[in-house]
Nanobody
């Protein structure tokens, strides 16, 4: 059973960098053919895919956050990380990490982390 656990601050000040860590157990982040995604859901809005890291370490970032986002990984700890810079109150959301496969451009999720509320406020 794969489990994902999100950790990080619940409150970030505007203009700072948000850093969240997803720790994976029960499976390796380097195992093909899986992708490891970050998704967020702002209050009252639909879930938004932010980006993903492949089992080989390649990253794919949504154009909406591309200039501010990176997704590094630490294979020794089986973790992947979301770094979102220059945050504004519009980045307030519940942030999730999840595992998916991608076939013909379609993402299919099978495991999700619990989600963590991040509020951007001074």
């Amino acid at each position: 059973q794969v489990q994902l656990q999100v950790s990080g601050p619940g409150l970030v000040k505007p203009s700072q960098t948000l850093s969240l860590t997803c720790t994976v157990s029960g499976g390796s982040i380097t195992t093909s053919p899986y992708f490891w995604s970050w998704i967020r859901q702002p209050p009252g809005k639909a879930k938004e895919w932010m980006g993903a890291m492949s089992y080989s370490g390649s990253t794919y970032i949504s154009s909406s956050v591309k200039s501010r986002t990176s997704i590094p990984r630490d294979t020794s700890k089986n973790q992947f990380i979301l770094q979102l810079s220059s945050v504004t109150p519009e980045d307030t959301a519940v942030y999730y990490c999840a595992r998916c496969t991608i076939v013909a451009g379609i993402r299919t999720y099978d495991y999700w982390g619990q989600g963590t509320q991040v509020t951007v406020s001074s």
